[in-house]
């Protein structure tokens, strides 16, 4: 009983964090519910996907990949590279997510990018459960997201205003959670790091295929970071907490 | 049967990017001190990556030249710095963006 109190607290907080994520991910939802049932599926398959996937730009590709012919090695091959990215949330969460119980395996299924981007900066208020709110916020995406495909895949493209540029609440939200985490740290190279390489990767390679670069980029700029000089690699590895 | 297939690996696909890091290094076990560091600095990376990611498709030399996302993340950023309210500064943008592209550009 005890703990079924809690919970609600925990929805109550977690919901305002995850209201710009309503409205993306229910027009983005929305999106990928209507190309599916414009590409001749019912409703159950954006359903079942949701569900299952729960990985936007990936569901969008499989579009494609659905209605192409069966290349199994293919899917699996796209859905590790489109995804690597993920590789670094759960880096970034081993911490946060220690001793979840059960709700870790969860957690750890539903770490997209914008569950990370909200469980990680996120100002969990006070007498709240840290694993109960992270919960919250994650299950509350991912119903917004299964529920935008699935009546996207119900009601095609009826719908009656114009939606265009809605999809920029994403692009916004990741400004702003940019900004905060500037706000809070100390040190800004790493937030630059990040912006300027994806940049110089976007323009190198295309669209579609800079993030890997820009990942390893990423990994070589802050390792480089951390060890300035070789000869200092070991001095610092004996002073231990350092790099915490 | 086929689509089937497909989708749960497509599922297996981005399950292993997930589950991969908290198998690597269990909880148990200590993590080692690189990748704690990288825990550390990694998001404030990320989320460079993630505003580069959404603006990727963005057309810099075909009309509209990126004049509309411009302004719109203008008008995030100034609403952001002004009040400080997350939900004010995402819908601000997004209100201004979406206006923007259906009646301007």
Not at chain 1, 200 to 215: G, N, Y
């Amino acid at each position: 009983m005890k703990q079924t109190n809690k919970w609600l607290p925990a929805f109550k907080a977690a919901f305002p964090a995850t209201i710009p994520i309503l409205a993306g991910f229910g027009f983005l939802g929305l999106t990928f519910g209507i190309l599916m049932s414009a590409a001749g599926f019912s409703f159950w398959y954006p359903l079942l996907m949701s569900l299952l996937i729960f990985g936007g730009s990936i569901q969008f590709v499989a579009v494609g990949l659905l209605t192409a012919a069966f290349a199994p090695a293919q899917a699996l091959a796209l859905a590790l590279m489109i995804n690597a990215r993920h590789l670094f949330y759960g880096i970034s969460m081993l911490d946060r997510y220690k001793g979840m119980g059960l709700k870790k395996f969860y957690l750890i299924f539903g770490l997209c990018d914008e569950t990370f981007s909200i469980n990680y900066t996120a100002k969990i208020p006070e007498g709240i459960d840290h694993g109960k709110f992270y919960f919250a916020v994650t299950l509350l995406n991912q119903i917004y997201w299964v529920a935008g495909s699935t009546v996207g895949g119900i009601f095609g493209g009826l719908i009656p205003f114009s939606t265009e540029g809605i999809d920029f609440v994403m692009t916004a939200m990741f400004v702003v959670i940019f900004m905060e985490q500037w706000k809070k740290e100390k040190n800004h190279i790493p937030s630059l790091l990040g912006l300027v390489l994806s940049l110089i990767c976007l323009l190198i390679f295309s669209a579609d295929s800079f993030i890997i670069p820009a990942m390893i980029a990423i990994l070589l700029g802050l390792t480089l970071l951390r060890k300035p000089l070789p000869k200092e690699e070991k001095a610092e590895e004996e002073k231990g907490g350092e790099a915490k | 049967m086929q689509l089937l297939i497909t989708i749960a690996l497509l599922a297996l696909g981005i399950m292993i990017t997930r589950f991969a890091p908290f198998l690597l290094f269990p909880a148990g076990k200590p993590t080692p001190k690189y990748i704690r560091y990288l825990g550390n600095v990694l998001p404030s990376a990320m989320f460079g990556l993630l505003v580069v990611y959404c603006l990727k498709n963005v057309s810099l030399f075909a009309p509209s030249y990126g004049i509309p996302e411009l302004i719109a993340l203008a008008v995030v950023v100034a609403l952001h710095l002004w009040r400080r309210q997350m939900l004010l500064s995402i819908a601000g943008g997004t209100v201004c963006y979406m206006l923007l592209v259906q009646l301007v550009f």
